[in-house]
């Protein structure tokens, strides 16, 4: 039985035994790779954490001619006023139109967690119906529809039938896991249960056996890239530009994808992750259900990750001479402009902070620039990271403190102290952290920016370049700003508050 036979998805604490907690040093974590299952569970003292609306909403406003329709308390979502940049910028990229994202909640409130939300839920569907015919309705759920027991699937097939636009249940209850990643499999669960069947074809009167073959020649060299909502289309042109070089056909998914040719997305060769804690679980189901072979093995963030990513396309499609012959000529150009920064970088200290799979990919680019890593913080682990985790501590590489944490900024914080990097890599409240300690920041991503294959190494080190040539902003705000941490705080273990499973605190 597949998971996506059941209405939600499982949590990854239970499907992965995904984790949030670890302090130690990255060769620690090696040491005990081989499942995710670490002796540690929770911390004694936490700042906060992510719910998985966040992720889970910024991909689903991404789908175009649809409502998102928060079934929660009126805060939940919220975040979708703050997303709203990426997805006009989004519309804009791809389509040239600037279009907001479309987002309504049913507000719940007191009476409704007493007397059912469903009837809110029933008239707040049929009113975004009414209103914009949108080709779907994504009713989000959060915690209170959960803890409630209102039956969102069943308000959904109830309504179907009354309403043009297809109806997408997503389950992102917030109380039911701490790994917010757990939001990339509510989503694709969604995805997969109802938007994967193909529209009837229309046959043509005389059969076209040219346009057949054509068809067939073209399906058969159709890769489909799975992108993430933290890359902006400049990182999926640089993607396209090499798979085509490779004479490849390429189809994005799911992000800024129309919910009518979301099907595509089964009509293709092979499926390759751009982020493999992203995608596994979406890429099983298509493997299992439409036989389409998947990768999910590297981040293409880096020049050795974005060689071995294109090997790994060429290899299934026997295209290794090709992919060799433009890897060498993309890295000799390549090294050849990053000379001048690479001076500039060289014996640098940098600190990187970010979802895990981007925080490894990066680490390991900044390496290939010249910086030294000083730490690494991690928002969880799973079993994804294990294989990039081993390209930065093979052949004896040092050792540094590594972090795993759903946010805590106070155990950053006191790592940034000790660690003293000249630069830092990270998003969210970090950046703000860094940059009262005076230290040069730059954004782990924007979607705005280049930060993917050949041409992000390029740009991103551009950018460092920059901002080492001239850090004084930071400086000058260190030096008028406090942080709200006393100095006991920076003495002490920063990872002190966490408790290890049967043990002491
Ligand atoms: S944790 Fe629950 S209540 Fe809070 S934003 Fe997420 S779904 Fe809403």
């Known amino acids: ?59 689903l406003n991404s789908i175009p001619d649809s409502v998102v329709l928060l079934h929660g308390a009126i805060g939940c979502g919220s975040c979708a006023h703050s997303q709203n940049a990426n997805v006009r910028s989004g519309n804009v990229q791809r389509g040239g139109k600037v279009k907001d994202a479309l987002w309504m909640s049913t507000a719940l409130n007191e009476n409704d967690v007493i007397n059912g939300g469903e009837t809110k839920l029933e008239e707040a569907i049929r009113e975004a119906d009414r209103r914009y015919r949108p080709a779907s309705i994504i009713v989000v759920a959060g915690c209170v529809p959960g803890i409630i027991g209102d039956d969102v699937d ?60 054509k068809e ?15 890359m902006g289309r400049v990182d999926e042109l640089e993607l396209d530009r090499l798979l085509r070089s490779l004479g490849l056909e390429v189809n994005f ?29 979406f890429l099983k189901y298509l493997e299992e259900k439409f036989g389409i072979p998947y990768i999910a093995r590297h981040m293409p963030i880096g020049i050795n990750n974005t060689s071995s990513w294109i090997r ?11 992919a060799e012959e433009l890897i060498a000529n993309e890295v000799a150009e390549l090294e050849e402009a990053l000379g001048e920064f690479k001076k500039v970088f060289q014996g640098k200290k940098v600190y990187v902070s970010a979802g895990e799979m981007r925080a490894l990919a990066n680490s390991s680019l900044l390496t290939e620039l010249g910086f030294e890593v000083m730490g690494i913080r991690a928002f969880h682990h799973d079993e994804f990271a ?21 946010a805590q900024p106070f155990e950053e914080v006191n790592l940034l102290k000790r660690t003293k990097p000249d630069l830092f890599i990270g998003h969210w409240h970090s950046n703000t952290t860094a940059a009262k300690l005076g230290i040069a920041c730059h954004v782990a991503y924007n979607t705005g920016l280049s930060y993917i294959g050949y041409q992000g190494v390029y740009e991103m080190a551009r950018r460092l370049y ?11 705000i260190s030096k008028n700003i406090r942080l709200p941490y006393t100095e006991k705080w920076y003495e002490s273990d920063p990872f002190k508050y966490i408790k290890t499973l049967g043990g002491e605190e």
């Open 253 to 281: 998914f799911p992000n800024f994808v129309h919910p009518e040719d979301i099907y595509k997305v089964t009509r293709a060769a092979l499926s390759i992750s751009t982020c493999p804690t992203h995608d596994d679980y």
């Open 466 to 476: 920059r901002y080492l040539k001239n850090p004084a902003f930071n400086k000058k």
């Open 312 to 322: 790994d396309v060429a290899a299934f499609f026997g295209l290794e001479q090709q």
């Open 216 to 230: 067939k020649y073209y399906l058969e060299r159709t890769v489909n890239i799975m992108n993430v909502s933290s």
């Open 1 to 59: 039985m597949s998971y996506f036979d059941g209405k939600v998805p499982p949590i990854r604490e239970d499907r992965l035994k995904a984790c949030i907690t670890y302090g130690g040093t990255i060769c620690g974590l090696k040491k005990k790779a081989g499942g995710c299952c670490f002796n540690d569970g929770e911390r004694g003292f936490t700042q906060g954490s992510i719910c998985l609306l966040l992720p889970g909403i910024a991909i």
């Open 386 to 406: 294990e294989v990039e985790y081993e390209k930065l501590t093979e052949g004896g590489a040092k050792d540094y403190p590594l972090n795993i944490a759903n």
């Open 154 to 213: 069943g308000v959904a097939a109830k309504l179907q039938p009354q309403v043009n636009a297809k109806i997408l249940p997503v389950h992102c209850e917030g109380f039911k896991t701490k790994i917010w990643a757990t939001a990339y499999d509510a989503v694709y669960h969604a995805l997969g249960r109802n938007l994967l069947e193909e529209p009837e074809e229309i046959l043509p009167i005389i059969p076209d056996e040219i346009a057949d073959l």
